[in-house]
Protein backbone atom coordinates (compact mmCIF):
# COMPACT_ATOMS: atom_id res chain seq x y z
CA UNK A 1 0.00 0.00 0.00
CA UNK A 2 1.58 3.54 -1.15
CA UNK A 3 -0.09 7.00 -0.65
CA UNK A 4 1.68 9.91 -2.58
CA UNK A 5 0.83 13.29 -1.70
CA UNK A 6 1.96 16.38 -4.79
CA UNK A 7 3.23 19.29 -3.81
CA UNK A 8 4.76 22.54 -5.40
CA UNK A 9 1.99 23.36 -8.06
CA UNK A 10 1.03 27.24 -8.74
CA UNK A 11 1.01 29.84 -11.46
CA UNK A 12 3.83 30.66 -13.50
CA UNK A 13 4.33 33.19 -16.22
CA UNK A 14 5.89 31.35 -19.61
CA UNK A 15 9.52 31.05 -19.34
CA UNK A 16 9.66 30.22 -16.02
CA UNK A 17 10.28 27.46 -13.85
CA UNK A 18 8.52 25.17 -11.10
CA UNK A 19 9.23 21.94 -9.08
CA UNK A 20 6.99 19.38 -8.00
CA UNK A 21 7.45 17.09 -5.04
CA UNK A 22 5.82 13.44 -4.63
CA UNK A 23 5.71 12.35 -0.92
CA UNK A 24 5.05 8.61 -0.84
CA UNK A 25 4.36 6.56 2.33
CA UNK A 26 5.33 3.46 2.61
CA UNK A 27 8.57 2.29 0.43
CA UNK A 28 9.44 3.07 -3.28
CA UNK A 29 12.74 1.75 -3.24
CA UNK A 30 11.77 -0.62 -5.56
CA UNK A 31 9.00 0.86 -7.62
CA UNK A 32 8.89 2.66 -10.45
CA UNK A 33 7.72 6.43 -9.84
CA UNK A 34 6.22 8.82 -12.56
CA UNK A 35 4.40 11.73 -13.34
CA UNK A 36 1.48 12.69 -15.32
CA UNK A 37 -0.56 15.16 -16.48
CA UNK A 38 -4.18 15.87 -17.56
CA UNK A 39 -5.28 19.15 -19.47
CA UNK A 40 -8.68 19.99 -19.68
CA UNK A 41 -10.25 18.51 -22.72
CA UNK A 42 -7.18 15.98 -23.22
CA UNK A 43 -6.61 12.61 -22.29
CA UNK A 44 -3.86 11.65 -19.56
CA UNK A 45 -0.36 11.40 -20.44
CA UNK A 46 2.34 10.31 -19.46
CA UNK A 47 5.43 13.05 -18.55
CA UNK A 48 8.26 11.27 -16.98
CA UNK A 49 9.21 7.94 -15.35
CA UNK A 50 11.95 7.08 -12.91
CA UNK A 51 13.33 3.56 -12.58
CA UNK A 52 14.28 2.38 -8.95
CA UNK A 53 17.99 2.74 -10.08
CA UNK A 54 17.57 6.02 -11.26
CA UNK A 55 16.99 5.56 -14.89
CA UNK A 56 14.88 8.01 -16.50
CA UNK A 57 12.28 8.48 -19.67
CA UNK A 58 10.70 10.84 -20.57
CA UNK A 59 6.81 10.62 -22.40
CA UNK A 60 7.96 13.07 -25.80
CA UNK A 61 11.72 14.83 -26.53
CA UNK A 62 10.34 18.49 -25.55
CA UNK A 63 9.64 16.94 -22.38
CA UNK A 64 13.21 15.35 -21.69
CA UNK A 65 14.71 18.63 -23.10
CA UNK A 66 12.74 20.61 -20.43
CA UNK A 67 12.04 18.43 -17.68
CA UNK A 68 14.15 16.50 -15.15
CA UNK A 69 12.87 13.84 -12.93
CA UNK A 70 14.77 12.39 -10.21
CA UNK A 71 14.56 10.70 -6.56
CA UNK A 72 15.25 9.97 -3.33
CA UNK A 73 14.54 6.55 -2.24
CA UNK A 74 15.80 7.49 1.73
CA UNK A 75 12.87 9.95 1.75
CA UNK A 76 10.71 8.39 -0.04
CA UNK A 77 10.42 11.66 -2.09
CA UNK A 78 10.14 11.80 -6.44
CA UNK A 79 10.59 15.36 -8.36
CA UNK A 80 9.94 16.90 -11.27
CA UNK A 81 12.15 20.03 -12.39
CA UNK A 82 10.18 21.67 -15.43
CA UNK A 83 12.26 24.64 -16.86
CA UNK A 84 10.82 26.94 -19.74
CA UNK A 85 7.39 26.30 -19.48
CA UNK A 86 4.64 27.14 -21.95
CA UNK A 87 0.91 27.38 -21.43
CA UNK A 88 0.32 24.05 -23.35
CA UNK A 89 1.92 22.74 -20.05
CA UNK A 90 -1.05 23.82 -18.42
CA UNK A 91 -2.65 20.61 -16.43
CA UNK A 92 -2.99 18.94 -13.56
CA UNK A 93 0.08 16.85 -12.70
CA UNK A 94 0.52 13.85 -10.80
CA UNK A 95 2.38 11.62 -9.18
CA UNK A 96 2.23 7.70 -9.41
CA UNK A 97 4.07 4.33 -8.60
CA UNK A 98 4.06 1.10 -9.73
CA UNK A 99 1.97 -1.82 -9.48
CA UNK A 100 2.85 -4.06 -6.13
CA UNK A 101 2.89 -6.90 -9.08
CA UNK A 102 2.17 -6.64 -12.65
CA UNK A 103 3.27 -6.90 -16.22
CA UNK A 104 5.05 -4.13 -18.21
CA UNK A 105 7.55 -2.84 -20.43
CA UNK A 106 9.45 -0.07 -17.67
CA UNK A 107 8.61 2.58 -15.79
CA UNK A 108 8.12 4.53 -19.07
CA UNK A 109 5.20 1.78 -19.69
CA UNK A 110 2.97 4.93 -19.16
CA UNK A 111 -0.65 3.22 -19.60
CA UNK A 112 0.42 -0.46 -17.97
CA UNK A 113 3.02 0.31 -15.00
CA UNK A 114 1.45 2.71 -12.99
CA UNK A 115 -1.38 1.81 -9.94
CA UNK A 116 -1.21 4.53 -7.28
CA UNK A 117 -1.96 7.76 -7.83
CA UNK A 118 -1.72 10.74 -5.98
CA UNK A 119 -4.54 13.44 -6.16
CA UNK A 120 -2.66 16.05 -8.05
CA UNK A 121 -1.10 19.95 -8.15
CA UNK A 122 -2.26 22.48 -10.73
CA UNK A 123 0.13 23.96 -12.53
CA UNK A 124 -0.78 26.95 -14.26
CA UNK A 125 1.40 28.69 -16.98
CA UNK A 126 0.50 32.47 -18.37
CA UNK A 127 1.04 33.97 -21.48
Known amino acids: QVQLVESGGGSVQAGGSLRLSCAAS???????MGWFRQAPGKEREGVAG????????YGADSMKGRFTVSRDNAKNTVYLQMNRLSPDDTAMYYCAASADRGYWRGCGDFTRAYAYWGPGTQVTVSS
Open 50 to 57: IFPGGGTV
Open 26 to 32: GGISTKC
